[in-house]
């Protein structure tokens, strides 16, 4: 029997899965059985990063899989604000922004970022849950990328918007050391946590930075759930047993935020952000992914449901 190159990786996953069940379902357990106190609210949003269709055909998807809503990039094109805001109604999910810069001169980056924050937090379509910056650079002084989380603290407190610096390799937060100075000095920064860079900046899991690690967990209010490792953002995928032990690490790291915002009866936001080849490692010479980035995604946000017993 001939078997192509495709069928064969479509069965191999297939019969790999049915290997993987109990480590599944160990990850998978309910956590805490304790009733959150009154205001929590735990939703997971969907990433078009690497989905090829209309916006559309993206949230029907999203709605179907489960996902509370969806976290895209801000645009200031009108026609694509307007195929926005009408599958966000038609299929009636929330909504968080990401809002960045560009430029690599400080002043005309923060411009571009007002900008987007800005209008982000201002339109009257549909309020969005949260702000997501991927603002300043990693190479900007201190004093420069000061400036970014500083307008972020102003426009949250006015809008009564959640803003969020993410914890992102060549932005402000690039290293654990280096947002710990920022989190010390600056009360009001708030984190969407995508700790799997720092695993690969610092080519660890962290042990050595606990300190550093749980000050971040304190100012978390958004989570980006995917599984990075010492040597990449990502693992290949996370229902690997060889992953195991670096999974249950950032699973550790999420449930201390979740029992902190349950506790405090806070909204909690979790992006699951599995990205496309070549985020996604890949096979050579065809380029195609050795994982389903769809399916991670949506086992990632099932796994989280059934772990906080949502």
């Known amino acids: 029997m001939n078997i192509d190159r495709r069928d064969f990786l479509q069965r191999s996953s297939l019969l790999g899965a049915s290997f993987l069940l109990p480590v599944l379902s160990a990850t998978a357990l309910p956590i805490d059985r304790q009733p959150a106190a009154a205001g929590f609210q735990l ?19 999203a709605k179907a899989a489960g996902y509370d809503g969806i976290e895209v990039w801000w645009t200031s094109d009108t026609k694509a604000q ?11 999910l929330e909504v968080g922004f990401l809002c960045g810069g560009s430029s690599s001169d400080p002043a005309t980056h923060l411009k571009q970022f007002r900008e987007a924050l800005l209008a982000a937090t201002s339109q ?31 426009v949250a407190a006015s809008t009564g918007i959640p803003v ?28 969407t946590l995508d700790i799997s860079h720092w695993c690969n900046v610092h080519e660890s899991l962290l042990q050595d930075q606990e300190a550093t690690v749980k000050l971040a967990l304190a100012r978390t209010g ?8 010492p040597e ?19 699973l550790s790291w999420w449930d201390q935020v979740m029992a902190r915002k349950k506790a405090d009866g ?9 990205g496309p080849a070549d985020y996604m490692p ?11 980035q769809w399916e991670v995604n949506v086992y990632m946000m099932n796994l989280l449901k059934q772990r906080y017993n949502h």
């Open 43 to 61: 939703k997971f949003m969907a990433t078009n990063w690497g989905f090829e269709g209309t916006t559309d055909a993206f949230c029907a998807r």
């Open 82 to 92: 307007e195929a926005l805001f009408a599958a966000l109604q038609q299929h009636q």
């Open 124 to 154: 009257n379509k549909q309020r969005p849950l949260y702000i997501n910056c991927h603002s300043g650079r990693d190479y900007f002084t201190f004093a420069q990328n000061r400036d970014f989380i500083d307008l972020t603290v102003k």
């Open 164 to 191: 969020y610096h993410e914890t992102h390799r060549s932005r402000i937060l690039f290293a654990a050391h280096v947002a710990r100075e920022y989190l010390e000095k600056i009360p009001g920064l708030q984190l």
């Open 222 to 229: 958004h989570i980006h759930a995917r599984i990075g490792h």
């Open 232 to 250: 990449g953002p990502q693992v290949n995928d996370p229902r690997a047993p060889e992953w195991e032990a670096t999974v249950k690490a950032h």
């Open 266 to 274: 806070q909204l909690m936001t979790v992006l699951t952000e599995f």
């Open 282 to 292: 890949a096979l050579p010479y065809t380029r195609q992914p050795v994982a389903n």
